[in-house]
């Protein structure tokens, strides 16, 4: 649900393919459960917002940064419908994992947890970088450089890391890895649970109950989001045509797409690119 009062904002960084930042005034919008492909860093300069991810509620308040490594589900709401101010970066692997070997963080047995990282240092570096990347601020592109690197570079060693282990009764990684093969090579089609199960070779109830307790979503909610972030990988093609990239991710006509994509992003498609 959306207000008057409610307004989100997005920005591509030209120089760094893939980023996007988003700066977003909410009073009673709430994300629903769901994922991203990329990394996603999140700060608030106004109010607070709450996550739960991984049966924990995470909250992150002014001065603090967020990290939400990809396929982690999680939702995101304020508190009393009070007003916040919402900034995040919107950051592909490759560029992460660049970061990582910057920072030497390079133990290949762990990997990077949803985290709130309690440090005012990291919150202004990146407060500062998104004023660095403002078009009207001609910043040098040796100083956006030096900050990018530096403030993530930081943050990621500032960052808790896990283990990589595998849960009990939920589908296997290599399992989920076809999936996600699967639905990304057939992303235009109509995918069926019969279809997915059996590529798992489980029956579809086994199916859907080890697919939730591995992502977080039933198969429907996660096919929906993987279709709607490969659309904004091809929104930001300028020659790309709307109700192709609708048909080419799997919606049945543009206004189903706008419909989702707005539920999800706060914007329609049209604004997204723009």
């Known amino acids: 649900m959306m207000s008057s009062n409610d307004s989100f904002h997005y920005q591509h960084i030209e120089e760094l393919p893939g980023v996007v930042i988003s700066?977003?005034?909410?009073?009673?919008?709430?994300?629903?459960?769901?994922?991203?492909?990329?990394?996603?860093?999140?700060?608030?300069?106004?109010?607070?917002?709450?996550?739960?991810?991984?049966?924990?509620?995470?909250?992150?308040?002014?001065?603090?940064?967020c990290l939400m490594p990809p396929g982690e589900v999680h939702d995101g709401s304020g508190r009393d419908n009070t007003?916040?101010?919402?900034?995040?970066?919107?950051?592909?692997?490759?560029?992460i994992q660049a970061a990582l070997l910057d920072s030497q963080a390079r133990d290949t047995n762990l990997q990077l947890a949803p985290?709130?990282?309690d440090q005012p240092a990291h919150n202004r570096s990146f407060l500062q970088l998104i004023q660095a990347f403002n078009p009207n601020q001609y910043a040098s592109q040796l100083h956006k450089d030096?900050?990018?690197?530096?403030?993530?570079?930081?943050?990621?060693?500032?960052?808790e890391k896990k283990p990589l282990t595998q849960e009990t009764f939920a589908l296997t990684n290599q399992q989920l890895k076809?999936?996600?093969?699967?639905?990304?090579?057939?992303?235009s089609s109509k995918i069926s649970l019969n279809n997915l199960a059996e590529l798992c070779g489980l029956t579809r109830f086994q199916f859907i109950r080890r697919f939730q307790k591995q992502t977080g979503l039933p198969p429907h909610a996660w096919l929906m989001r993987l279709r709607l972030e490969r659309a904004i990988t091809q929104?930001?093609?300028?020659?790309?045509?709307?109700?192709?990239?609708?048909?080419?991710?799997?919606?049945?006509?543009?206004?189903?797409?706008?419909r989702a994509f707005?539920?999800?992003?706060?914007?329609?498609p049209s604004s997204y690119r723009s």
Do not use: M
């Open 115 to 117: 985290s709130i990282i």
């Open 262 to 268: 707005k539920q999800a992003f706060g914007v329609a």
């Open 178 to 187: 076809h999936v996600r093969e699967y639905c990304e090579a057939n992303l």
């Open 83 to 95: 007003t916040r101010h919402l900034k995040t970066f919107r950051i592909p692997a490759e560029l």
């Open 146 to 159: 030096s900050l990018w690197t530096n403030a993530l570079s930081n943050l990621l060693l500032a960052a």
């Open 235 to 258: 929104l930001t093609k300028p020659n790309a045509v709307i109700t192709d990239i609708a048909a080419d991710v799997g919606f049945y006509d543009q206004s189903h797409f706008n």
């Open 23 to 65: 700066e977003a005034k909410l009073t009673e919008f709430h994300f629903q459960p769901h994922y991203h492909l990329d990394y996603h860093i999140g700060l608030v300069t106004q109010g607070s917002q709450q996550q739960k991810v991984q049966h924990k509620t995470l909250d992150l308040v002014p001065k603090q940064v």
